[in-house]
């Protein structure tokens, strides 16, 4: 039972980290605008700081995926999370806008609407993750569980990608 709520805690993260990498890989300069924003780096690092970001987060998918990295993989999502946190703060103070989102999730809008309570619930999910006993998994079984998590994982994003772009197909289609 134990097992099985750590493999769905992997998954729901790893799920989350590939969604957020996913459509802001889709839509880099989006990206380097919105890191641009928060007014944190001089303009030459943005594009190193986006790219960063990226291959952050595609670490963390591939950890949470496969089962390994045991806690390392946890607190670097905690990490992430905080710095998210306080960036989205910081940026509100700025200008003066306390109901700013992000565009973490980019046209998935519910991820985006509430960032500090999402990344609340987030980080209290990876912190009582880190407080569960877990056990180092076999080889092969974290291959098996990161093909299933891939496989899943990819077959969603392609199904969101299809609808999408169905969606924008069907706004621009001439009716007549």
Request: with cysteine; charged share 15%.
């Amino acid at each position: 039972m134990l097992s099985i709520m750590i493999f769905l805690l992997d998954y729901v993260m790893g799920g989350l980290f590939v969604v957020a990498f996913y459509f802001k890989k889709n839509n880099f300069r989006d990206l380097e605008l919105s890191v641009q924003s928060y007014r944190v780096l001089p303009l030459s690092l943005i594009r190193i700081a986006s790219i960063g970001l990226l291959l952050f987060e595609f670490c963390l998918f591939i950890s949470f995926a496969s089962g390994q990295a045991l806690y390392y993989k946890e607190l670097g999502a905690i990490a992430l999370l905080l710095a998210f946190s306080f960036f989205v703060v910081r940026k509100r103070r700025l200008d003066n806008d306390l109901g700013s989102t992000c565009s973490c999730f980019g046209s998935i809008g519910i991820l985006n609407r509430y960032p500090l309570s999402r990344n609340s619930i987030l980080i209290g999910l990876c912190a009582s993750k880190c407080l569960l006993p877990a056990a180092a998994l076999s080889a092969q079984a974290s291959f098996r569980q990161f093909i299933i998590h891939s496989v899943v994982m990819g077959s969603c994003l392609f199904l969101v990608d299809y609808y999408q772009t169905r969606k924008r197909y069907i706004a621009l289609q001439v009716r007549g």
